[in-house]
């Protein structure tokens, strides 16, 4: 399932709190998902990060007032009676052993924790590796695995420049990884770093606005590998030495059909990407007029990366008009 999907998903079982494990690739963004998903619910979410955690953690025994016999002290996160709903989160859940697995189970199934009830409004969610992306995850016991309903999470570029645009990651990245889509998330096992969604937005996105120029290309290379590093690089100093955008949106406004059109296939998708960012209800028109002559197929980018950023173009004449024209194509 696709991001989108996997929220949708965890907020139609959420009244019935059906008990959920996400898994997929290295660094696609699952617990992120479940976030999302608590948020459109308007639910707390609790988020137990289980490789650091021992059984222990999970209770240990206390002395009681009678001597006879003994209670247990509950962890921090266990929800409270005055809590009444939220999602409570088992990230990373398939690097654990099956001492933890069995505790979980437990949990899963009687909604118990050493003889504390969880409180009905709570729904249990995991996230999870797969075995074979060798990223550290164990089998899953098979009593657990018949607790919970498994969802496999993938994503795409489509859906990750729907996300990315809603979370402000940058037009350079975003532009990049529409020119190089097969490294939004090209992870290998064998590499000890690699081009993953959560890379691209953690380790360089975020990164590289807080750094000077002079180390992009290190930074880069510590979070999505050398090869990958290489490309990005390259881009960047294309749209350094590309003609001031807000001065191609004049030329454009002023007559689409005589501004100057990008000199190759990098700069296509540098462009397109750049405008997509300018645009304006009042001046649609004349820049869908300028991409047809770059590629008629760029309009399709175009218009899926403006609409992200400005829904209000939605509004516009010129859109009607496009999309009359266009009734075959789904954005």
Same mark, same amino acid.
């Given at each position: 399932?696709?991001?989108?999907?996997?929220?949708?998903?965890?907020?139609?079982?959420?009244?019935?709190?059906?008990?959920?494990?996400?898994?997929?690739?290295?660094?696609?963004?699952?617990?992120?998902?479940?976030?999302?998903?608590?948020?459109?619910?308007?639910?707390?979410?609790?988020?137990?990060?289980?490789?650091?955690?021992?059984?222990?953690?999970?209770?240990?025994?206390?002395?009681?007032?009678?001597?006879?016999?003994?209670?247990?002290?509950?962890?921090?996160?266990?929800?409270?009676?005055?809590?009444?709903?939220?999602?409570?989160?088992?990230?990373?859940?398939?690097?654990?052993?099956?001492?933890?697995?069995?505790?979980?189970?437990?949990?899963?199934?009687?909604?118990?924790?050493?003889?504390?009830?969880?409180?009905?409004?709570?729904?249990?969610?995991?996230?999870?590796?797969?075995?074979?992306?060798?990223?550290?995850?164990?089998?899953?016991?098979?009593?657990?695995?018949?607790?919970?309903?498994?969802?496999?999470?993938?994503?795409?570029?489509?859906?990750?420049?729907?996300?990315?645009?809603?979370?402000?990651?940058?037009?350079?990245?975003?532009?990049?990884?529409?020119?190089?889509?097969?490294?939004?998330?090209?992870?290998?096992?064998?590499?000890?770093?690699?081009?993953?969604?959560?890379?691209?937005?953690?380790?360089?996105?975020?990164?590289?606005?807080?750094?000077?120029?002079?180390?992009?290309?290190?930074?880069?290379?510590?979070?999505?590998?050398?090869?990958?590093?290489?490309?990005?690089?390259?881009?960047?100093?294309?749209? @350094?030495?590309?003609?001031?955008?807000?001065? !191609?949106? /004049?030329? $454009?406004? #002023?007559?689409?059909? *005589?501004? &100057?059109?990008?000199?190759?296939?990098?700069?296509?998708?540098?462009?397109?990407?750049?405008?997509?960012?300018?645009?304006?209800?009042?001046?649609?028109?004349?820049?869908?007029?300028?991409?047809?002559?770059?590629?008629? @197929?760029?309009?399709?980018?175009?218009?899926? !990366?403006? /609409?992200? $950023?400005? #829904?209000?173009?939605? *509004?516009? &004449?010129?859109?009607?008009?496009?999309?009359?024209?266009?009734?075959?194509?789904?954005?």
């Amino acid at each position: 399932m696709y991001p989108k999907d996997v929220v949708n998903v965890i907020k139609s079982l959420y009244p019935i709190k059906r008990t959920l494990c996400i898994e997929g690739s290295v660094g696609l963004g699952k617990s992120t998902v479940v976030r999302q998903a608590a948020k459109e619910l308007g639910v707390p979410i609790k988020v137990i990060h289980m490789p650091t955690a021992l059984v222990e953690d999970f209770g240990i025994p206390y002395p009681t007032k009678d001597e006879d016999y003994f209670g247990y002290k509950l962890p921090h996160w266990w929800p409270k009676t005055d809590e009444p709903e939220g999602i409570l989160l088992f990230d990373d859940r398939n690097q654990v052993g099956t001492d933890l697995q069995k505790v979980l189970a437990n949990i899963c199934q009687d909604r118990t924790l050493h003889g504390s009830k969880l409180p009905d409004g709570w729904m249990i969610i995991s996230t999870g590796n797969r075995i074979e992306d060798r990223a550290g995850s164990n089998k899953i016991l098979t009593h657990l695995r018949n607790r919970e309903t498994v969802i496999q999470y993938e994503t795409s570029l489509s859906h990750w420049i729907e996300w990315a645009l809603a979370n402000n990651v940058s037009e350079e990245v975003i532009g990049f990884i529409n020119f190089r889509p097969n490294l939004l998330n090209d992870f290998n096992p064998d590499r000890d770093v690699n081009p993953t969604p959560r890379s691209w937005v953690e380790g360089v996105d975020r990164v590289l606005t807080s750094l000077p120029k002079e180390y992009w290309k290190e930074a880069c290379a510590g979070a999505i590998g050398q090869g990958a590093t290489t490309e990005f690089i390259g881009y960047l100093d294309v749209l @350094e030495n590309l003609q001031d955008l807000n001065e !191609l949106v /004049k030329a $454009i406004e #002023k007559d689409p059909s *005589k501004a &100057a059109l990008p000199t190759s296939h990098m700069l296509n998708y540098a462009v397109i990407t750049g405008l997509s960012y300018r645009v304006k209800r009042d001046n649609l028109d004349r820049l869908l007029k300028y991409i047809e002559r770059i590629n008629k @197929e760029f309009v399709i980018l175009f218009m899926t !990366l403006a /609409k992200g $950023i400005d #829904k209000n173009i939605t *509004k516009s &004449a010129a859109y009607v008009e496009w999309l009359i024209a266009n009734q075959d194509v789904v954005l």
